[in-house]
């Protein structure tokens, strides 16, 4: 075998040196698409961490703003500002007075009477008819502000005594709904003034009617008690 020529020592030094380059580059290439992957990793991880924690304050929003439509609930509730009336008196003997608020508020509201007769409610009002299930009392506390005359019974009332209610209800501007809580098994509420009944029969019930329904106690007369909210049965 002949000596080595001095060119071709040079060509392979040149190739080594090339491999060794494209060595080199292969391990950046290669820990650079390492460095994205775990970039794009940290970017996903991120994204999720802070879609959590949105759904998170959204879900505590939705909760604070469910709470404080309660009426009378804990968070930004007011008080409804009503006071017993000791110089308006009724014709129906065993109706109570009171002078009430009218301002709108957008938060819930503490009613101290029960059921409301009056004081700070929903800028919405609610719709007049017959309710199977209890309705909203800052909606109800506005229709009263119209006109209406709101008649509110004990869940438990006996099925026919409701039956005779929802015959008196049947007309423009009543609103019937139950209602748990209330000191008597029926009242009848109208803008300020309230009945507490222990029957039906109570002629009294009436004459209630009659006299406050879209009547002289009425703050807003005129005003609708239809197109607000809520769906009578």
Excluded at 156 to 176: G, H, R, T, V
Aim: contains cysteine; hydrophobic residues 35%.
């Amino acid at each position: 075998m002949g000596p080595q020529q001095p060119g071709s020592s040079k060509k392979q030094n040149k190739a080594a040196r090339n491999a060794k380059m494209a060595a080199a580059r292969q391990r950046v290439a290669e820990q650079r698409e390492r460095e994205a992957k775990s970039a794009r990793r940290r970017s996903i991880l991120i994204g999720t961490t802070a879609a959590i924690v949105a759904i998170g304050v959204i879900g505590g929003l939705a909760a604070i703003v469910m709470t404080s439509d309660d009426d009378g609930g804990p968070s930004g509730s007011v008080d409804a500002e009503v006071t017993v009336a000791g110089n308006i008196t009724s014709t129906i003997n065993g109706v109570v007075a009171y002078t009430a608020s009218r301002d709108h508020v957008g938060s819930g509201v503490d009613y101290k009477q029960v059921p409301p007769v009056g004081g700070k409610h929903d800028q919405r009002w609610l719709n007049c008819g017959i309710y199977d299930k209890p309705v909203a009392n800052r909606n109800a506390v506005h229709a009263l502000e119209h006109g209406a005359v709101w008649i509110t019974y004990d869940p438990a009332l006996p099925a026919d005594q409701i039956e005779k209610l929802k015959a008196k209800a049947n007309q423009p501007f009543m609103i019937l709904s139950p209602y748990s809580g209330m000191p008597k098994p029926i009242n009848a509420t109208a803008w300020g003034l309230q009945l507490p009944l222990d029957s039906v029969d109570d002629p009294r019930l009436t004459t209630f009617i009659d006299t406050y329904r879209n009547g002289p106690q009425t703050p807003e007369p005129g005003a609708a008690c239809t197109g607000g909210v809520g769906k009578p049965a």
